[in-house]
């Protein structure tokens, strides 16, 4: 049972213009999310993260958007580069309940291509 | 500042031995968590320790268990190794892992191939 789900396996961009992706997940007790962005044999890199108290978080070019009545988040790249290109993770955790000490929950990622 | 280290980068084993994993969490931070990344499940959490206590621990037998030491450095063990462990184990670390920390900074992992 996919708590988290990511159901654009792979996106495909020009350089220059926006990336978008998206993530949904079940759980309304999740209250913490994150975007993660990883290489070929390297750990995941955090991106930018949002807690459920807002419905928006910008970080230069990485806006992530939350819409908790639909359990659906958002990264968007503006404008997305070429370097950009790797496997985007979103993540949940619940804080409130006090048992996510460490324990993200990932979605299954979406593999990003921005072209020259 | 040094980030999460983790040993070896690649790892070759056949089924039925065991296997050590090494993590050196970023100075200062106290808690590290693992995890297993696979083709078919993603990432999954395995365990979170903080002051050499488990405090979490996800969904995986008891072949998979861990540790803590005082300078926080964190092993991980597989014991009866199966062909379906092969997989990329990462650690991560965090200041104290609690509920206002969830931003995780992740080692490069290590590679473990069961044959």
């Known amino acids: 049972d996919q708590q988290v789900k990511q159901n654009s396996p792979s996106l495909s961009v020009q350089e220059g213009r926006i990336s978008i992706l998206n993530c949904d997940y079940t759980?309304?007790?999740?209250?913490?999310f994150l975007w993660y962005k990883k290489y070929p044999a390297e750990g995941p890199t955090f991106l930018i993260s949002?807690?459920?108290?807002?419905d928006k978080n910008e970080d230069g070019r990485f806006t992530v958007f939350l819409n908790k009545s639909a359990k659906h988040l958002s990264l968007h790249i503006v404008p997305s580069q070429p370097g950009d290109s790797a496997v985007y993770f979103c993540?949940?955790?619940?804080?409130?309940?006090?048992?996510?000490?460490?324990?993200?929950?990932f979605g299954q990622g979406t593999i990003l291509t921005v072209h020259p | 500042k040094a980030g999460v280290t983790q040993t070896p980068r690649y790892l070759i084993k056949t089924r039925g031995q065991q296997v050590t994993l090494s993590c050196s969490p970023i100075?200062?931070?106290?808690?590290v968590s693992w995890y297993q990344q696979t083709p078919g499940q993603g990432l999954q959490f395995l365990f979170e320790?903080?002051?050499?206590?488990?405090?979490n621990k996800g969904n995986f037998p008891g072949r998979f268990s861990g540790r803590q030491f005082s300078n926080s450095r964190s092993e991980m063990n597989v014991s009866t190794l199966e062909l379906g462990d092969s997989a990329l184990y990462l650690c991560?670390?965090?200041?104290?892992?609690?509920?206002?920390?969830?931003?995780?900074?992740f080692g490069s992992g290590t590679q473990l191939s069961v044959l």
């Open positions: 759980n309304s007790m999740f209250d913490y």
């Open positions: 993540a949940v955790t619940e804080r409130a309940g006090g048992t996510s000490y460490g324990k993200l929950t």
């Open positions: 949002i807690s459920s108290i807002k």
């Open positions: 320790y903080f002051s050499e206590t488990q405090r």
């Open positions: 100075s200062g931070h106290r808690s």
């Open positions: 991560a670390s965090s200041l104290a892992g609690g509920p206002t920390n969830e931003k995780l900074f």
